[in-house]
């Protein structure tokens, strides 16, 4: 590279630029190609005492830094060198790039701050770095995860006893610190909350041991084991604003109300739209959401509808067809809600809302599809009851009359007086409303063809919850004590936040399955002295350098080069 001197004939300015030279490898010709525009001269005299010769300095390190990156490396092994005990070859860069969000989101601020004031002697930051990035590569129990701390390029002066102190100091601070993020989030990517999608999942515990948290409930997963209700908000674009915890005997409708609660008193969101599934569809939730001057889109159970309802959605009139296999109708329709009052009476109120009602001939065969296992299962149960019990004829049951089950033991009860029989009827019943769905909405005004597709939106917190389950294997947790528990939460919530900025910082081009397995991949291993052999680079890390600045291409990097990248992502 030099320094280009461009004298205009016409005006006698001289204007600089940093130019590149190289020869064309078709035409074997001499180019150059324009690095940097500096400007005119008689301009950069204003701020440069001597521009020509600062440029020129300038230009001679960028060339030496160039020499130096094209310079070969020789590497002399031993043919029987062998590896010693215990010794770790073999590290992950590829966590720069959740080092660079995690630390744009500023926590490492927050901890350092919160920290400072306390007598602990451990570094809460190095920590939470630790169990974000092990949870988001190589997820495991904390146990594993502080023996393989060696990983990173990153600084683990602690114990593993201070890692489990510190759980207590994160749940301290688990509050302050969703609210944090949610305020840098806020700042830096103006967080649309305009529609706020909301779910519960539960996460279990391979324990029989319960407690005030963990309790025996309705499993997602049909699983006896104690689980904890986990309540997740999320905003328009798919990134979380704030979770909490529930005893695993919550039902998903009670958590509602306490989290909308926090989320208007602590985060400042204004009037926002609720968007959840049916499991929150009931007369307190939506007088209390409406109450606090807030909107609604829920779906609604037809089948669980009473028989005016089911009327309305079976008759035709009024559908328009979209396409061949997908029609709407909406009304907007008074409907009787029953609330609890402050005193525990129960009270009817009156809602105006719309009810948008649409058939799916995809979703009919899906529906069809679904109910084939349990239909087989409920055939082979008539044959042969003694193979079944509660648990094991579940969601076979309701297709066979004259079941019934011994309160204490499970069994099936069965005698000669009272055959089992295939419900034929129930199934027409099922069968006839397949394919249909209602969702309610206090937003009249909105076209249905919007709130459909609004409402379709609660897939993405569907998938977050996949991702903490999959990705994050955020269960079964192994954890007992309930600060502990709270504060395993808390990274997990951090490393999904991380995950999902990181996802929309790649403009949603790849799953993030698969950008973190790419990041997991970008490792290497020790090869002599201090340099690292790195082996693996796809189109996943190639627009991580396009969109976020972090060459992860190089094959052969010195310790010293591997430093100063990770140094740069640490810069807000």
């Known amino acids: 590279m030099f320094l280009r001197k461009m004298k205009n004939k016409k005006t006698g300015r001289t204007y600089l630029s940093i130019v590149h030279s190289y020869r064309d490898k078709e035409t074997k010709k001499t180019r150059s190609k324009t690095i940097k525009s500096l400007g005119y001269l008689d301009e950069l005299e204003k701020e440069y005492d001597d521009p020509i010769s600062y440029f020129e300095k300038e230009i001679a390190q960028m060339n030496k830094q160039q020499e130096e990156e094209r310079s070969s490396i020789s590497i002399n092994l031993e043919k029987g060198q062998r590896i010693q005990v215990d010794e770790t070859n073999r590290k992950n860069l590829g966590y720069a790039a959740l080092s660079k969000i995690y630390h744009e989101l500023g926590i490492h601020t927050f901890l350092i701050n919160k920290q400072r004031h306390t007598k602990n002697d451990y570094d809460a930051n190095s920590i939470m ?69 909301y779910d519960v999942t539960n996460y279990y515990f391979e324990i029989d041991e ?17 689980i904890v209700q986990m309540g997740l908000f999320m905003d328009t674009d798919g990134i979380p604003i704030t979770y909490g915890l529930y005893s695993g005997n919550t039902l998903d409708k009670q958590t509602l109300i306490p989290m909308l609660g926090n989320i208007q008193r602590n985060f400042s969101l204004g009037k926002t739209i609720v968007v959840a599934d049916k499991g929150m569809t009931t007369g307190d939730n939506i007088w209390y959401t ?124 069965n005698s000669a007086k009272q055959s089992l029989f295939f419900d034929e009827e129930k199934l027409r019943k099922e069968e006839e409303l397949d394919g ?62 991380i995950a999902r900025l990181l996802e929309y910082r790649l403009k949603g081009k790849y799953s993030i399955t698969t950008v973190l397995d790419s990041l997991r991949k970008a490792s290497c291993s020790h090869i002599q002295e201090n340099y690292y052999l790195f082996d693996h680079y796809d189109e996943v890390l ?31």
């Open 436 to 497: 249909y769905y209602a969702i309610l909405t206090s937003e009249y005004q909105e076209s249905d063809e919007r709130i459909v597709e609004i409402y379709r939106g609660l897939w993405k917190i569907e998938e977050s919850f996949k991702v903490t389950k999959s990705d994050l294997e955020s269960r079964p947790v192994y954890l007992s004590r309930q600060e502990h528990i709270e504060a395993h939460f808390l990274t997990c919530f951090v490393s999904l936040v």
């Open 129 to 197: 770095k630790l169990l974000v990035f092990a949870r988001l590569l190589y997820p495991a129990s904390k146990k594993k995860t502080y023996d393989n701390k060696e990983l990173f390029f990153e600084k683990t002066d602690f114990s593993l006893d201070d890692l489990y102190r510190c759980l207590s100091f994160f749940n301290k601070h688990k509050d302050a610190l969703q609210l944090w993020i949610h305020e840098r989030i806020k700042e830096q990517h103006g967080r649309n909350t305009s529609l706020v999608y």
């Open 290 to 413: 409406l109450s606090a001057k807030n909107g609604y889109i829920l779906s609604y159970s037809i089948r669980g509808a009473n028989q005016k309802f089911k009327e309305y959605v079976l008759d035709q009139n009024d559908y328009r067809s979209i396409g061949d296999d997908f029609k709407i109708k909406s009304r907007l329709y008074p409907r009787e809600i029953t609330v609890t009052a402050k005193s525990g009476k129960k009270i009817k109120k009156t809602v105006d809302e719309k009810q948008v009602i649409f058939y799916s001939r995809k979703y009919a065969l899906k529906a069809k599809a679904d109910r084939a296992a349990a239909l087989e299962k409920a055939k082979d149960l008539i044959n042969n009851p003694s193979k079944y019990n509660r648990a094991t004829a579940f969601g076979a049951a309701k297709y066979v009359k004259n079941l019934t089950f011994d309160s204490k033991t499970g069994e099936i009860l």
């Open 542 to 572: 190639s627009d991580i350098k396009k969109e976020m600045g972090i060459d992860l291409g190089k094959k052969c990097l010195s310790l010293g080069e591997i430093k100063k990248i990770l140094g740069a992502v640490k810069k807000e």
């Open 210 to 226: 319960q407690d005030e948290l963990r309790r025996k409930g309705v499993s997602k997963e049909h699983r006896p084991d104690p």
